[in-house]
């Protein structure tokens, strides 16, 4: 008969033979041992515990679990954890924050910033990135987006590391356009780095120590910390100097203090608020090089952070008891509406641009490409606003999106008269006024106007517009709109 195996002694094991072998103790055997060691066992800290875990271990060869990629499972679980606290303790922070300010009366005056940083490409195995772009916008909700109050560049990062050109080059033509750096080994990225430090001391508030706490996009935020710490690590010694905290979590905390009410139940409200991207093609936000024809402004990053600055101020300036203004708080091609709370049913938005075209108006022709880009690289120009965000991957938020909201009940002249002037800027005021009591023909016959005892007939052109023709209504404060939608063979809403 073959002798009977013994399993490999495990940390509970080892700790009930010491238990008992200790004097002033007498068991009869190990079951007698393992029964009084139990109660011990469950006391102990995990400090207590690890001596008895690593003798275990080493019995059993010394031989800890691997990933498939050859990583130790102990570590790879105890990042997870440390990554865990930090989220938890970035929201705890910008929680504690916004509440404060709110008490004192100075979220309205209190300064944001908001980052974005487009990139050339990534190498792994320095765990570092190779910037193209930086922007930094410094804005407030009581005074909107400042020119003054924007610094951007465009970075030269030096040489691409061996082997990267292609793939730095590909995704330069899917994304921002940048011309990359084959044969240029010079950087400035040091110079850069000391501006937009200098430009942070002059935005923050007096008397503020420490640095304060950059916005990024949630998808980005890991990449623009990256690229500042390396930098803070290579020219002053201080990796840790930059906090960049995700710009939804933010978001969510303001737009819920400054109503005095949890009119945004979870995150996902402000992740679909930026999601909607409503001010991706207004003229006269991107830079130089990204207005030109043949660049994609949508990707700028000076874009990118202005926009994210009008979405804050769309959600968050009419409960403060803040005017809109145009070019401040929103583009200066948008209709600012008549402002309104958030219990007033609806939330008041700004209106959409007029313009909401694709089309830029051009500055500079498409052979003064390479030109413009030395001029934007030039670090000694005045400062200008921008959001830092990294589009480095397949992850950018989609460029052209649509309200998708359901039909509800008791619609609101005010959103009637907003969306009419952002459909057609051109039609009269009395049908702005009716648009709310529009009545709609059975069959594919003509819509009609029901005011009074006079009708109006509307425009040939608008009887099949669907809603994929209307620009997005943009931003909301947790409440579903209305959604007009293509009109079927027997009339009426769908």
Same mark, same amino acid.
């Given at each position: 008969?073959?002798?009977?195996?013994?399993?490999?002694?495990?940390?509970?094991?080892?700790?009930?033979?010491?238990?008992?072998?200790?004097?002033?103790?007498?068991?009869?055997?190990?079951?007698?041992?393992?029964?009084?060691?139990?109660?011990?066992?469950?006391?102990?800290?995990?400090?207590?515990?690890?001596?008895?875990?690593?003798?275990?271990?080493?019995?059993?060869?010394?031989?800890?679990?691997?990933?498939?990629?050859?990583?130790?499972?102990?570590?790879?679980?105890?990042?997870?954890?440390?990554?865990?606290?930090?989220?938890?303790?970035?929201?705890?922070?910008?929680?504690?924050?916004?509440?404060?300010?709110?008490?004192?009366?100075?979220?309205?005056?209190?300064?944001?910033?908001?980052?974005?940083?487009?990139?050339?490409?990534?190498?792994?195995?320095?765990?570092?990135?190779?910037?193209?772009?930086?922007?930094?916008?410094?804005?407030?909700?009581?005074?909107?987006?400042?020119?003054?109050?924007?610094?951007?560049?465009?970075?030269?990062?030096?040489?691409?590391?061996?082997?990267?050109?292609?793939?730095?080059?590909?995704?330069?033509?899917?994304?921002?356009?940048?011309?990359?750096?084959?044969?240029?080994?010079?950087?400035?990225?040091?110079?850069?780095?000391?501006?937009?430090?200098?430009?942070?001391?002059?935005?923050?508030?007096?008397?503020?120590?420490?640095?304060?706490?950059?916005?990024?996009?949630?998808?980005?935020?890991?990449?623009?910390?990256?690229?500042?710490?390396?930098?803070?690590?290579?020219?002053?010694?201080?990796?840790?100097?930059?906090?960049?905290?995700?710009?939804?979590?933010?978001?969510?905390?303001?737009?819920?203090?400054?109503?005095?009410?949890?009119?945004?139940?979870?995150?996902?409200?402000?992740?679909?608020?930026?999601?909607?991207?409503?001010?991706?093609?207004?003229?006269?936000?991107?830079?130089?090089?990204?207005?030109?024809?043949?660049?994609?402004?949508?990707?700028?990053?000076?874009?990118?952070?202005?926009?994210?600055?009008?979405?804050?101020?769309?959600?968050?300036?009419?409960?403060?008891?803040?005017?809109?203004?145009?070019?401040?708080?929103?583009?200066?091609?948008?209709?600012?509406?008549?402002?309104?709370?958030?219990?007033?049913?609806?939330?008041?938005?700004?209106?959409?641009?007029?313009?909401?075209?694709?089309?830029?108006?051009?500055?500079?022709?498409?052979?003064?490409?390479?030109?413009?880009?030395?001029?934007?690289?030039?670090? =000694?120009? &005045?400062?200008? /606003? #921008?959001?830092?965000? +990294? !589009?480095?991957? $397949? *992850?950018?938020? @989609?460029?052209?999106?649509?309200?998708?909201?359901?039909?509800?009940?008791?619609?609101?002249?005010?959103?009637?008269? =907003?969306? &009419?002037?952002? /459909? #057609?800027?051109?039609? +009269? !005021?009395?049908? $702005? *006024?009716?648009? @709310?009591?529009?009545?709609?023909?059975?069959?594919?016959?003509?819509?009609?106007?029901?005011?009074?005892?006079?009708?109006?007939?509307?425009?040939?052109?608008?009887?099949?517009? +669907?809603?994929?023709?209307?620009?997005?209504?943009?931003?909301?404060?947790?409440?579903?709109?209305?959604?007009?939608?293509?009109?079927?063979?027997?009339?009426?809403?769908?």
């Amino acid at each position: 008969m073959a002798p009977k195996k013994h399993g490999k002694a495990n940390a509970f094991i080892l700790f009930s033979q010491e238990l008992m072998s200790s004097p002033g103790r007498k068991y009869n055997n190990l079951k007698d041992a393992i029964a009084a060691a139990g109660p011990l066992w469950t006391q102990m800290s995990k400090d207590q515990k690890r001596p008895y875990e690593e003798r275990a271990r080493s019995l059993k060869g010394g031989q800890p679990k691997l990933t498939c990629d050859g990583r130790r499972v102990d570590e790879l679980t105890h990042e997870m954890h440390l990554k865990q606290e930090a989220e938890s303790n970035a929201r705890q922070e910008i929680r504690n924050l916004l509440t404060l300010a709110h008490t004192r009366n100075e979220l309205a005056t209190g300064t944001f910033f908001l980052v974005h940083c487009n990139i050339f490409c990534y190498l792994g195995a320095e765990d570092r990135f190779w910037p193209a772009e930086i922007a930094l916008l410094a804005f407030d909700l009581k005074d909107g987006v400042k020119p003054e109050n924007v610094f951007h560049r465009m970075v030269q990062p030096g040489p691409l590391p061996i082997g990267y050109k292609f793939d730095a080059k590909k995704h330069s033509e899917e994304t921002h356009l940048i011309s990359i750096p084959f044969d240029d080994d010079k950087s400035n990225m040091e110079t850069i780095y000391y501006e937009l430090k200098l430009f942070i001391e002059k935005s923050k508030p007096q008397g503020s120590k420490n640095m304060p706490i950059l916005y990024a996009h949630k998808t980005y935020s890991k990449v623009v910390q990256n690229i500042l710490n390396t930098w803070a690590a290579d020219y002053e010694d201080a990796p840790n100097m930059f906090k960049v905290y995700d710009l939804q979590v933010m978001l969510y905390f303001l737009r819920n203090i400054v109503a005095d009410d949890q009119v945004w139940p979870s995150l996902t409200f402000s992740n679909r608020e930026l999601e909607k991207d409503i001010y991706a093609y207004e003229p006269g936000i991107a830079c130089k090089y990204h207005s030109s024809s043949n660049s994609h402004p949508v990707y700028c990053s000076k874009s990118l952070v202005h926009r994210y600055a009008y979405v804050i101020c769309d959600n968050c300036c009419t409960d403060l008891n803040i005017e809109l203004i145009s070019g401040q708080h929103v583009p200066k091609e948008s209709r600012v509406p008549k402002a309104a709370s958030s219990h007033d049913g609806f939330s008041s938005r700004s209106s959409l641009s007029s313009r909401h075209s694709r089309k830029y108006d051009s500055e500079f022709d498409s052979d003064a490409n390479s030109e413009v880009w030395e001029t934007e690289s030039n670090t =000694s120009s &005045v400062f200008s /606003v #921008n959001s830092l965000t +990294s !589009n480095f991957d $397949e *992850n950018f938020p @989609s460029l052209d999106r649509r309200a998708t909201s359901s039909n509800t009940s008791g619609q609101r002249s005010g959103f009637a008269q =907003s969306y &009419v002037g952002a /459909v #057609n800027p051109s039609l +009269s !005021n009395s049908f $702005e *006024n009716d648009f @709310s009591e529009l009545s709609l023909s059975q069959g594919r016959g003509t819509r009609k106007l029901a005011s009074g005892s006079a009708s109006q007939t509307l425009p040939e052109e608008a009887e099949n517009v +669907s809603t994929l023709d209307f620009p997005a209504l943009g931003t909301g404060r947790g409440v579903r709109r209305p959604q007009w939608r293509k009109l079927g063979s027997h009339g009426g809403q769908e």
